[in-house]
């Protein structure tokens, strides 16, 4: 059962597996030029679900805050699902609202101006964060240090459902994930697998909600 590395560009190591018939089963993201069997969250579905409950609010300039990685499927569905509920809602996706970091070659004090730049460069009322990480130790941290209140100034949503969300003065609304389903799933297909060894490739979808 592989956890597959955030960008997977220089790495052959997957590709080598499926072509020895290695029984293996990916989680949490798929690679889209590697067909394999996996099992991952619905992530369209938290996309979706993170933007429509801003709409619901009445936000009309919802950004998308995200990481640089662009092999990363599971990044790729969330914003899928994102620009899925702002045309169902008849709002226009504007590429301009979404702001990507990397952690890896920029630092902390960098990727904070910057983020402080696009907030205030780009006025979005509302924030869809990546993930609960990126939320609390980056954008909550800024809107923080520039006097900007959440969710007074700006809303934001999340995606995990990290524990340290439930405990902020404000608690982040988020996107939660079934790890435990995922990984019940992943192990079943697993052995399926080895049971049988030509078989169909699955991917199976698994729920999320949010909270």
Known sequence: IILPAEDQEDSTAISDLKS???????????LDDCETDCVMSDNIKGGYLAAEHLIKLGHKRIAFVKEEYSKTSSIHDRVLGYKKALKDYGLEFNSELVFSINKDK???????????????SKKPSAIISIHDYLAINYIMKVCQEKGIDIPNDLS????????????LNTPLTTVTQYPDKIG??????LLDKIDNE???IHQIYCPVDLI
């Open 156 to 167: 934001l949503v999340g995606f995990d459902n990290l524990e340290a969300g439930k405990h």
């Open 20 to 30: 020895e018939d290695f029984p293996f089963v990916l989680i949490d993201r798929r």
């Open 198 to 200: 030509a078989g169909l």
């Open 184 to 189: 019940f799933n992943a192990a079943k297909l």
């Open 106 to 120: 920029q630092s902390k004090k960098t990727i904070f101006n910057k983020l402080y730049e696009f907030i205030k």
